[in-house]
C-alpha cells in the first residue's frame, strides 16, 4: 500500500470552495480530443480562462511547440503564465497534481500514478507516460514539494472533498479493474484518507452514464458547503441515468459526514435532451493507434455537476440548443446554493465533445485568502 511520508501529518485537502491561490489547466490539442481542427475547443477553454483570471492566477501548460500559440490566445488576459511541460492531453484535473496543505499554510503536490483511466484493461489510449509525468514536473515549476504516491492509480475528477474530513468517491470508478485490482476496498480507503488528511469516504455506487472514465464522482455529485451536496438527476425514469442516480440517492441519504452530520442533497438535473454525437462530431476526430473511439449516435456524459469553483465564481457548463431552458436551470440551482459567488454559465459543447467538462480541465491551487477583486462582471 503507497503511504505518505512521515511528515506528512496535518496536511489534508481543502475544498474547492476554499480560497485558491491559482488555477492549473491544460492547452488542448490532442486530435482524438479536439479533433483536426481543435480550435473552437481552443476557443471554449479561452472562456474559461477568461472567467478564471478575474480572481485568480492561472498556471496552462502548453508543449514547446505549442507554447507561443498559447501565449498569443492568452496575450489579452492577465494573470497568466504559460509553463512549457508537455502532455498527452488537456485533463489538467486528473494529470495535474492534487495539492494539500497544513494550518501553517504550507503547500504539497500529490502526484498519483495516472494510467489513462485503466491502463491496459480499458484506458483511453495506449501512451500515457507525458500525463503520468505532469504533476512532477508542475510542482518543480510551482517551487512546491511533490509526494510520489506511486503505485497508486487515481485521478483528480475521482474524488471530491469537503476540506473537513469527508471524500466523495464513486465504486464504479475506485473499484475498477484497471486501476489498483490487487487492493481491497478497504486498502484504497485507508490510502485516501492518508494522503488527503481524511477520516471519511463517502463510497456512491454509480456515476453518469456513459462516463468513460469509469464514472467520475465529479461527474454525479459534488460538496457546494459542508455537509451540503449536488447529485445529478432526472425525472424520467426510462432515461439510464435514472437507476443511477437514485442508487446513489438512497445511499446518500443513509450515510453521514465525517463530523456525523447528515448530508443536504439537492437534486441538479442533467439536460433534458441527451447530447449525441453525429456523423460530423466523429468525422472531426483522428484517433491514435489504441486510442478509444468515438462512434455516430454515442451519447456523451454530459451533467452541470462537472462544475468549477473560482475565487468569486461558479463557472457552469452549457450546452445551448435544445438544452437551453435546462442550462438555465442549471445556473438558477447554483446560484441558490452559491448565494456568495457569480454564476457565469460557459459554453462547453466542445468541452464535453472531448470527453470531459470544466472540472475536468481545470485543478484548483489552494491559496491563503482571496483578493478583492471589484472589477469582476457576470459572464453568460
Given amino acids: 500500500m503507497s503511504l505518505p511520508p512521515r511528515d506528512w501529518q496535518g496536511f489534508s485537502m481543502p475544498a474547492e470552495y476554499a480560497p485558491h491561490r491559482a488555477t492549473l489547466m491544460i492547452w488542448p490539442v490532442r486530435p482524438g480530443s479536439w479533433?483536426?481542427?481543435?480550435?473552437?475547443?481552443?476557443?471554449?477553454?479561452?472562456?474559461?480562462?477568461?472567467?478564471?483570471?478575474?480572481?485568480?492566477?492561472?498556471?496552462?501548460?502548453?508543449?514547446?511547440?505549442?507554447?507561443?500559440?498559447?501565449?498569443?490566445?492568452?496575450?489579452?488576459?492577465?494573470?497568466?503564465?504559460?509553463l512549457e511541460i508537455e502532455s498527452d492531453d488537456a485533463w489538467a484535473r486528473d494529470v495535474g497534481?492534487?495539492?494539500?496543505?497544513?494550518?501553517?499554510?504550507?503547500?504539497?503536490?500529490?502526484?498519483?500514478?495516472?494510467?489513462?483511466?485503466?491502463?491496459?484493461?480499458?484506458?483511453?489510449?495506449?501512451?500515457?507516460?507525458?500525463?503520468?509525468?505532469?504533476?512532477?514536473?508542475?510542482c518543480r515549476a510551482l517551487g512546491v514539494s511533490c509526494a510520489d504516491a506511486s503505485p497508486f492509480v487515481l485521478e483528480g475528477g475521482s474524488i471530491h472533498s469537503d476540506g473537513e474530513g469527508t471524500l466523495l468517491v464513486t465504486?464504479?470508478?475506485?473499484?475498477?479493474?484497471?486501476?489498483?485490482?490487487?487492493?481491497?476496498?478497504?486498502?484504497?480507503?485507508?490510502?485516501?484518507?492518508?494522503?488527503?488528511g481524511a477520516e471519511k469516504v463517502l463510497w456512491l455506487p454509480r456515476g453518469i452514464y456513459q462516463d468513460e472514465t469509469n464514472e467520475h464522482v465529479d461527474n454525479v455529485c459534488a460538496f457546494v458547503a459542508p455537509a451540503t451536496v449536488v447529485l445529478a438527476w432526472t425525472d424520467n425514469q426510462a432515461d439510464p441515468q435514472y437507476a443511477l442516480s437514485r442508487q446513489d440517492l438512497e445511499y446518500l441519504q443513509s450515510v453521514t459526514d465525517a463530523r456525523g452530520r447528515p448530508l443536504h442533497i439537492h437534486k441538479l438535473p442533467i439536460p433534458d435532451h441527451p447530447i449525441l454525437c453525429d456523423d460530423a462530431?466523429?468525422?472531426?476526430?483522428?484517433?491514435?493507434?489504441?486510442?478509444?473511439?468515438?462512434?455516430?449516435?454515442?451519447?456523451?456524459?454530459?451533467?452541470?455537476?462537472?462544475?468549477?469553483?473560482?475565487?468569486?465564481?461558479?463557472?457552469?457548463?452549457?450546452?445551448?440548443?435544445?438544452?437551453?431552458?435546462?442550462?438555465?436551470?442549471?445556473?438558477?440551482?447554483l446560484a441558490e446554493l452559491c448565494p456568495d459567488r457569480q454564476v457565469i454559465g460557459l459554453p462547453a459543447r466542445e468541452i464535453l465533445q472531448g470527453g470531459g467538462n470544466i472540472h475536468c480541465i481545470t485543478q484548483q491551487i489552494p491559496g491563503q485568502g482571496v483578493s478583492d477583486h471589484s472589477d469582476l462582471q457576470e459572464n453568460g
Fill in 281 to 333: 462530431d466523429c468525422a472531426a476526430y483522428s484517433f491514435a493507434p489504441g486510442e478509444a473511439v468515438r462512434t455516430p449516435g454515442e451519447r456523451l456524459a454530459a451533467s452541470y455537476v462537472n462544475f468549477y469553483f473560482t475565487n468569486k465564481a461558479v463557472l457552469v457548463p452549457q450546452f445551448g440548443g435544445d438544452n437551453a431552458a435546462s442550462d438555465a436551470r442549471a445556473c438558477r440551482i
Fill in 97 to 138: 497534481p492534487t495539492f494539500v496543505k497544513n494550518d501553517a499554510g504550507e503547500l504539497r503536490g500529490i502526484s498519483w500514478t495516472f494510467n489513462a483511466w485503466g491502463g491496459l484493461v480499458d484506458g483511453l489510449y495506449a501512451d500515457w507516460e507525458k500525463d503520468d509525468a505532469v504533476a512532477a514536473a508542475f
Fill in 35 to 82: 479533433g483536426k481542427d481543435p480550435r473552437p475547443a481552443q476557443r471554449a477553454f479561452v472562456r474559461v480562462f477568461e472567467a478564471i483570471t478575474r480572481s485568480e492566477d492561472l498556471y496552462l501548460l502548453a508543449a514547446p511547440d505549442q507554447a507561443e500559440q498559447a501565449r498569443a490566445a492568452t496575450a489579452g488576459l492577465p494573470r497568466v503564465t504559460v
Fill in 171 to 196: 465504486e464504479s470508478c475506485l473499484l475498477s479493474a484497471g486501476r489498483n485490482p490487487r487492493m481491497r476496498r478497504e486498502e484504497i480507503e485507508k490510502t485516501l484518507c492518508a494522503w488527503l
